[in-house]
């Protein structure tokens, strides 16, 4: 049994679903999501399956639950402190048994001043676009080491590093481009500073790209380009992997580009602007 499967005969076990008709709601939408992942895969001929991390910003902690009890374990948030409080919740609501945690992504525009509290619950920060950022997290991730009771995570954060994949074109401000919907990032020739600053900084660990498709032309050919910056960074760190792309409108370029990581919001949770 597949994913998708297995999440349709959830959404008609009582004993899953208790009665819960978002629980049943969100268990159908996720299998559907695996559906479309499987299918894309196909298609690109690809074997590996990217990792789903569902992003549920504007969503309650009470979500977060229900999606862990349809074995959800990698989830995402884009502001700090609705994250920090829904983390809190979640933990109330599950209590921590390590064996089936979740994991925290931070996948927006992160501000330096926020780094302490985000060490705290994020396991990955997928926004690592400046070398100011980088140093703020080495600092808090070196406060937290004094203080292990702190942070709700093993091991070092996982940092990857947002690229900008708009045409240089368009960019509106080359050194840091970002517009509101957290596009932007760090350019190609800051890649590698970056690359380096995060592998020499104790407590931090370069786990790969991250970019958002540009809200004009290709995601496919966007992707492409995050799929040849992928390899440049691989050559100088083989372990650096992973490659964060696809989001609800764009999951399957990403997948045939070679995305291992999805970021999946609407798609699953649905309309954030009817939240409840
Ligand atoms: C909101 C968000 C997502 C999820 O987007 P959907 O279109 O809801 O799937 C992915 N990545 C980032 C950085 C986000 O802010």
């Known amino acids: 049994?597949?994913?998708?499967?297995?999440?349709?005969?959830?959404?008609?076990?009582?004993?899953?679903?208790?009665?819960?008709?978002?629980?049943?709601?969100?268990?159908?939408?996720?299998?559907?999501?695996?559906e479309r992942i499987d299918r894309a895969l196909e298609a690109s001929g690809r074997r590996e399956r990217p990792e789903l991390i569902?992003?549920?910003?504007?969503?309650?902690?009470g979500d977060v639950g229900r999606l862990h009890r349809l074995g959800v374990r990698d989830v995402g948030e884009n502001k700090d402190q609705e994250a920090a409080r829904k983390a809190r919740e979640v933990h109330e609501l599950l209590g921590d048994d390590p064996r089936d945690r979740l994991r925290w992504h931070f996948v927006g525009q992160l501000q330096s001043n926020k780094a302490k509290s985000v060490v705290r619950y994020a396991d990955s920060v997928h926004s690592v676009d400046r070398l100011s950022l980088v140093k703020?997290?080495?600092?808090?991730?070196?406060?937290e080491s004094h203080d292990p009771s702190g942070r709700s995570a093993a091991g070092p954060l996982e940092c990857h590093i947002q690229v900008s994949l708009e045409a240089p074109e368009s960019a509106q401000d080359p050194a840091h481009g970002l517009d509101?919907?957290?596009?932007?990032?760090?350019?190609?020739?800051?890649m590698m500073e970056l690359a380096e600053a995060i592998d020499r900084?104790?407590?931090?660990?370069?786990?790969?790209l991250m970019a958002v498709a540009p809200l004009q032309g290709s995601a496919h050919e966007a992707f492409s380009r995050l799929s040849e910056l992928s390899q440049a960074l691989r050559q100088q760190y083989p372990h650096a992997v992973e490659?964060?792309?696809?989001?609800?409108?764009?999951?399957?370029?990403?997948?045939?580009c070679g995305a291992?990581?999805?970021?999946?919001?609407r798609d699953v949770l649905g309309d954030r602007s009817a939240a409840r």
């Open 260 to 265: 291992t990581r999805l970021r999946i919001g």
């Open 201 to 208: 900084t104790e407590d931090l660990e370069l786990g790969g």
């Open 1 to 34: 049994m597949n994913f998708s499967e297995a999440l349709r005969s959830a959404a008609e076990n009582p004993d899953v679903v208790e009665g819960d008709e978002r629980t049943r709601e969100l268990a159908l939408r996720l299998a559907d999501v695996h």
């Open 243 to 256: 490659i964060s792309a696809g989001m609800s409108g764009d999951l399957e370029d990403a997948v045939a």
């Open 54 to 61: 569902v992003v549920t910003k504007n969503f309650p902690a």
């Open 136 to 143: 703020a997290l080495g600092k808090a991730m070196a406060r």
């Open 180 to 190: 509101a919907a957290g596009r932007g990032g760090s350019s190609a020739e800051q």
